[in-house]
């Protein structure tokens, strides 16, 4: 299997996945934090609404409940990313392959499933706006605007990701699956700096 050598051309390879470890568990947790907040933001909005306003309070409570909604699948996913991403990080550190392959395993799978998420809104896109040329309406303006964001989103985002997957990934498949029996062994011969010197050809030379 084909490796990269550096990461961003210029970062040992090791630096270069700790740092997307990181990263990623850093937006991920910003994610559901920023979402939690604007959700009970709404919640908040909507108790201050007086009774009497009936129409109000349905339309801010149709909000709180598409909210709700995604609020608990952003829990599910953001909750598997960060156990992932943490496993990710003490893997990388303890140089240990174990812990690297649930992150390797469930990020392809969720990569995959962003990148035809983000490609299919966009297929579906182009079809609407194909269809409204021929037929123009006052809403195209904002069809237009949906598809260039999400073109804009799909064409920064998916080459970033997949080769941020490709630096742990190639991270993973060089670090060979001995080198941890070797620093268990001389972390009990020479303990944690015997340990530090193992780590030192898979940190500098990768």
């Not at 270069?16 to 559901?32: D, E, H, K």
């Not at 490609?119 to 949906?146: M, Q, R, W």
Request: proline share 4%.
């Amino acid at each position: 299997m084909a490796c990269l050598n550096r990461c961003c051309c210029c970062v040992p390879l090791r630096s270069g996945a700790l740092t997307i470890a990181i990263l990623y568990l850093v937006v991920n947790v910003g994610v559901l934090f920023g979402w939690a907040c604007w959700f009970f933001a709404e919640v908040g909005m909507y108790n201050a609404i007086p009774v009497e306003d009936d129409d109000y309070r349905h339309y801010r409570f149709r909000n709180i409940r598409f909210l709700g909604f995604i609020l608990g699948v952003l829990c599910l996913a953001c909750g598997i990313n960060i156990t992932m991403d943490s496993l990710l990080v003490h893997g990388i550190r303890r140089n240990q392959r174990r812990f690297m392959l649930p992150w390797v395993v469930w990020y392809g799978i969720f990569t995959s499933l962003v990148t035809l998420s983000l490609l299919g809104t966009e297929l579906y896109l182009l079809v609407e706006y194909v269809d409204a040329a021929k037929n123009p309406y006052d809403g195209i303006g904002i069809l237009i605007a949906f598809l260039v964001m999400i073109g804009s989103v799909a064409a920064i985002s998916l080459p970033v990701m997949w080769y941020w997957y490709a630096c742990v990934l190639s991270y993973y498949v060089v670090l060979a699956p001995s080198d941890m029996y070797v620093m268990e062994a001389l972390r009990e011969t020479t303990g944690p700096e015997g340990a530090r010197l193992a780590r030192r050809p898979v940190e500098d030379t990768k």
